[in-house]
């Protein structure tokens, strides 16, 4: 099982970028997927996810209107699409799957649950 995240890169605040995570070795029916970064000098933090469903989505207050999450469960992807990008926004990001969705702004990823390796976004000011 392996989740790939692409699509970071190098961009003027202001701009914007979508990262892509694609999901293979599994279906990932009824999982959360979603998204974490890790800023340097600072622990991994939520940032984004959504329902297998696509119903229900979840977002840091600090991305909220910028930060759209959405998937596409034919294709075991899910997208970040970052808009108005800040330079606080620079960090490597992750993708994961879970079984339990986010709750009280925090998202737990257990043992049993998947990571991919990260992404780097650099927003220079």
């Known amino acids: 099982v392996q989740l790939q995240a692409y699509g970071g890169g190098l961009v003027q605040a202001g701009g914007f970028l979508r990262l892509s995570c694609a999901a293979s070795?599994?279906?990932?029916?009824?999982?959360?997927m979603g998204w974490f970064r890790q800023a340097p000098g600072k622990e991994r933090a939520f940032v984004a996810a959504?329902?297998?469903?696509?119903?229900?989505?979840y977002y840091q207050d600090s991305v909220k209107g910028r930060f759209t999450c959405s998937r596409d469960n034919a294709k075991n992807t899910v997208y970040l699409q970052m808009n108005s990008l800040k330079p606080e926004d620079t960090a490597v990001y992750y993708c994961?799957?879970?079984?339990?969705?986010?709750?009280?702004?925090?998202?737990?990823?257990?043992?049993?649950?998947?990571w991919g390796k990260g992404t780097q976004v650099t927003v220079s000011s």
């Open positions: 959504i329902s297998w469903s696509g119903t229900n989505t």
């Open positions: 070795g599994r279906p990932f029916t009824s999982y959360t």
């Open positions: 994961a799957a879970a079984k339990s969705p986010p709750y009280g702004g925090r998202w737990y990823v257990g043992p049993n649950d998947y």
